[in-house]
């Protein structure tokens, strides 16, 4: 069974130049390698480097694997549907790869506001950070997320809103649905995190001004060249997620505001680049903390010559850390005389 768009787009792909499912098809294939390989080196150097192993990095694993998700199943299913210019392989494939792919994007801006809320708390809020982040409190915090994620996107199976649709050939999110639906989705699922992240963002970069022009109080936390090099990490990677999934967001908005004035004057090449826009997004984390973070750049190295060795899935010995802790700059230190292990 071939299924088409309900937006009647079965004869306009055929109109399309054979280079556009070509590029498209190429893009996807980049993304899922990239994608793949690169959150794999993120969850394998956590678990390899003890350094990394901490409270605050668990939700970068959790982020990591929300990306995963959408490389694993619903984008290997898009690329059959670019290269057989249809949907062949039934309605549950399309009914679960819908699902997955909301599981991705929900959770990794769930996520996103886990890592900004515990980035707060580490700067601002330092004193508390061991308490309200404890390994235990961190574990039952991604999982509060998961479970929140899977509860923001079961409505989507009972209000049909997860469809085939033609012109990015994905089974996705059907914007014209339910247009009360779609502008609650677009508000919970995007806007209000973004709020909530914005908001942990600006205080810190409130106090980070504020340390360099030595008008923070004295009995506030001090912050060190190691904390600003890992907020800045993890601002960029809420960035370049506002950045590839605002269009989309908002062209949903704009057709469940005004669907018969509105959804006419968006061309389709805007919309398809949207999309793929927005999928593109999964494979840029990890070269974020590749580039930014030197502990996970250097684990990366590691990681790639592990592979030839055999020894990838073997944490390193306490020998090793012994050496390595010997090359690293000294840990971070608070006003309370606590160390604190550099996390992204």
Known sequence: MILNGSHGNGSALEQRPPWVATTLGCFLIFTVVVDILGNLLVIFSVYRNKKLRNAGNIFVVSLAVADLVVALYPYPLVLTAIFHRGWNLGSTHCQISGFLMGVSVVGSIFNITGIAVNRYCYICHSLKYDKLFSDKNSACYVLLIWALTVLAIIPNLFVGSLQYDARVYSCTFEQSASSAYTIAVVFFHFILPIMVVTYC?????????????????????????????????????????????????????????????????????????????????????????????????REYKRIVVSVCTARIFFPESSNEAQERLKSKPSPLMTNNNQVKVDSV
């Open 201 to 297: 963002y600006l205080r810190i970069w409130v106090l980070v001004i504020q340390v360099r022009r030595r008008v923070k109080p004295d009995n506030r936390p001090k912050l060190t060249p190691h904390d600003v090099r890992n907020f800045v990490t993890m601002f960029v990677v809420f960035v370049l997620f506002a950045v590839c999934w605002a269009p989309l967001n908002f062209i949903g908005l704009a057709v469940a505001v005004a669907p018969e004035r509105l959804a006419p004057l968006i061309p389709e090449w805007l919309f398809v680049a949207s999309y793929f826009m927005a999928y593109f997004n999964s494979c840029l984390n990890a070269i974020v903390y590749g580039v930014l973070n030197q502990n996970f750049r």
